[in-house]
């Protein structure tokens, strides 16, 4: 036991204690359970942030090499403009490398209230309608559907997010839907969010990697072209799933028939207030 501490006040965290020790019916045996289950949680989240490091840092190599070979051209009006979106984009990496980190912290504290989920999606799908022009999203929904003891903002980026997408990829004139009901089913009252599209979907394969941060399926969606809009730097998605789970939601993807992508999304309802 000494010596794993000293290894852990090192910085070394993949430790394990004899199996002698561990398995013992006494207070030692407790903690040394106790201790095991901590260095594994350290280790964890120190690998995941070394992991996290490691991707930034190759994500932000090639706007930062875009950069300098702008810079070292002839500068032009054009040039200046994508400087600048550049910029943008690698301090958007960066903002959401910092939402990502906290998420992924286990003692994540949310300001607790309470949301309209209706008012919440019709928001989200104005707002997102004035960038891509769309006019053929089916809402499914009561008129009202409050959720208690949640959180408007994480809610709220991580629908956006998952609607964008789905408007992103799917081609005008064909339909985007979403649904949001009450699972009555449920043990506890859950609302149950449907967001369906009909874009070239992924293989299923990669569904749940969509999830992982930095991932992109590049022979899927992000190669398709959608009025030049291409695909970020594959965090959104990591950041939605965080954000309803930080809220005590789940969310999983299938492939929607006959084609696209099908999220489904359960939020707890608490004392819930659903009116048709």
């Known amino acids: 036991m000494e010596r794993a501490t000293h290894s852990i006040s090192d910085g070394d965290f993949n430790i394990q ?29 120190v690998e995941r942030q070394r992991q996290l490091i490691q991707d930034i840092s190759h994500e932000l190599r090639t706007p930062i090499t875009r950069i300098k070979l702008m810079l070292n051209s002839n500068s032009s009006s054009h040039s200046i403009d994508r400087v600048e979106q550049e910029i943008n984009s690698m301090q958007a990496l960066l ?11 286990e003692d994540t504290q949310l300001v607790k209230e309470s949301v309209d989920l209706v008012l919440l999606i019709d928001a989200i799908c104005e707002d ?21 003891e949640s959180n408007h903002r994480a809610i709220g980026q991580a629908l956006e997010n998952i609607i964008r997408n789905a ?15 009450l699972d009555s089913l449920s043990p506890e009252p859950n609302v149950v969010i449907h967001i369906a ?16 941060p930095f991932f992109r399926v590049n022979l899927a969606r992000d190669n398709v072209d959608r009025d030049n809009v291409t695909g970020g730097y594959g965090l959104g998605l990591a950041l939605s799933k965080r954000q309803i789970e930080a809220v005590g ?5 299938k492939k929607n028939e006959p084609k696209g992508l099908l999220f489904v999304i359960a939020l707890p309802v608490g004392i819930y207030t659903l009116n048709s």
């Open 17 to 45: 204690l004899a199996n002698d020790f561990v398995n013992r019916k006494d207070d030692m045996g407790e903690l040394a359970r106790s201790f095991s289950v901590m260095a594994k949680k350290i280790n964890l989240l």
């Open 95 to 105: 903002e959401d490398t910092l939402m990502l980190s906290w998420l992924n912290n």
């Open 128 to 148: 997102a309608s004035f960038e891509f022009s769309r006019d053929d999203i089916v809402i499914t929904a009561p008129e009202v559907c409050l959720i208690h």
């Open 167 to 181: 408007m992103k990829y799917t081609l005008p004139g064909t339909l985007i839907n979403i649904d949001c009901q």
């Open 197 to 212: 599209d009909c874009g070239d979907g992924v293989e299923e394969k990669h569904l749940e990697e969509l999830f992982e």
């Open 249 to 253: 939601g789940s969310i999983y993807v």
